[in-house]
């Protein structure tokens, strides 16, 4: 198979995917795809009766994103809806959409169209097994769910929004859960992926490790 300059990183729920694929963009000036982000858009624009076929449709159309260093915005006609998408809510809905065949097909030539030949990062939970199986270089990043949950309940508490962390536990244990579980492109490293367990580890220190990979692949 002939490799193409994408490097995936899929994993569980706030594993810190996020965040090293924003690091790994801005440090190699690498092109960024937050698949997750798709799903959630699916799950907020599914709330306006639209088809699956229309909201591949409205998100070609009419979403815009925009990356700054700390994260990825994203507009829906010209509104600003990123801290809506982050709603725990629109991440339930997100993942019970993500099961659906029609759904997950609505959205893989939005992914693959995110590869126009320069480098790009690959978030997700089937980015090296199924929508980039052909990439250079594949992580899979993962941490215990208890750490996991720390992760989120900060980033959801800076977005202003109220949290409660058994209650946070249980949501991100019965996403794992389900993710993993399904039928269609379940949450699974890939054959060929390294698989980074973060839970002891800061941010600078997984970075530091996928730099090495970066450039035992891309020489
Ligand atoms: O990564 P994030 O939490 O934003 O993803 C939201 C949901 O979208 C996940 O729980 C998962 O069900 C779904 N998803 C998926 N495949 C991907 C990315 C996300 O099924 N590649």
Same mark, same amino acid.
């Given at each position: 198979?002939?490799?193409?300059?994408?490097?995936?990183?899929?994993?569980?729920?706030?594993?810190?995917?996020?965040?090293?694929?924003?690091?790994?963009?801005?440090?190699?000036?690498?092109?960024?795809?937050?698949?997750?982000?798709?799903?959630?858009?699916?799950?907020?624009?599914?709330?306006?009766?639209?088809?699956?076929?229309?909201?591949?449709?409205?998100?070609? =159309?009419? %979403?815009? #994103? @925009?990356?700054? /260093?700390? +994260?990825?915005?994203?507009?829906?006609?010209?509104?600003?809806?990123?801290?809506?998408?982050?709603?725990?809510?629109?991440?339930?809905?997100?993942?019970?959409?993500?099961?659906?065949?029609?759904?997950?097909?609505?959205?893989?030539?939005?992914?693959?169209?995110?590869?126009?030949?320069?480098?790009?990062?690959?978030?997700?939970?089937?980015? =090296?097994? %199924?929508? #980039? @199986?052909?990439? /250079?270089? +594949?992580?899979?990043?993962?941490?215990?769910?208890?750490?996991?949950?720390?992760?989120?309940?900060?980033?959801?508490?800076?977005?202003?929004?109220?949290?409660?962390?058994?209650?946070?536990?249980?949501?991100?244990?019965?996403?794992?859960?389900?993710?993993?579980?399904?039928?269609?492109?379940?949450?699974?490293?890939?054959?060929?992926?390294?698989?980074?367990?973060?839970?002891?580890?800061?941010?600078?220190?997984?970075?530091?490790?996928?730099?090495?990979?970066?450039?035992?692949?891309?020489?």
């Amino acid at each position: 198979m002939k490799k193409i300059n994408v490097i995936t990183i899929d994993g569980p729920s706030a594993s810190g995917k996020g965040a090293l694929a924003r690091g790994i963009a801005n440090k190699f000036d690498f092109n960024i795809l937050d698949s997750g982000v798709l799903y959630r858009l699916y799950a907020y624009l599914s709330k306006m009766s639209f088809s699956p076929d229309e909201i591949a449709n409205q998100i070609e =159309g009419y %979403v815009e #994103f @925009k990356k700054n /260093k700390e +994260k990825l915005l994203v507009s829906y006609k010209t509104t600003d809806i990123t801290s809506q998408l982050r709603s725990e809510i629109i991440a339930k809905s997100a993942s019970e959409h993500s099961s659906k065949k029609e759904v997950r097909e609505a959205l893989f030539n939005i992914q693959r169209n995110f590869y126009d030949g320069g480098g790009l990062v690959a978030d997700g939970r089937d980015m =090296g097994t %199924v929508v #980039f @199986k052909d990439a /250079k270089l +594949k992580i899979f990043l993962t941490a215990s769910p208890e750490e996991r949950a720390k992760r989120r309940f900060i980033e959801l508490q800076n977005l202003g929004q109220e949290v409660n962390m058994p209650a946070l536990i249980a949501d991100i244990e019965q996403r794992d859960k389900k993710d993993s579980s399904r039928k269609l492109s379940p949450l699974l490293p890939a054959e060929d992926a390294h698989i980074i367990d973060s839970s002891n580890m800061k941010l600078d220190e997984v970075f530091s490790l996928a730099e090495k990979l970066i450039n035992k692949e891309f020489k």
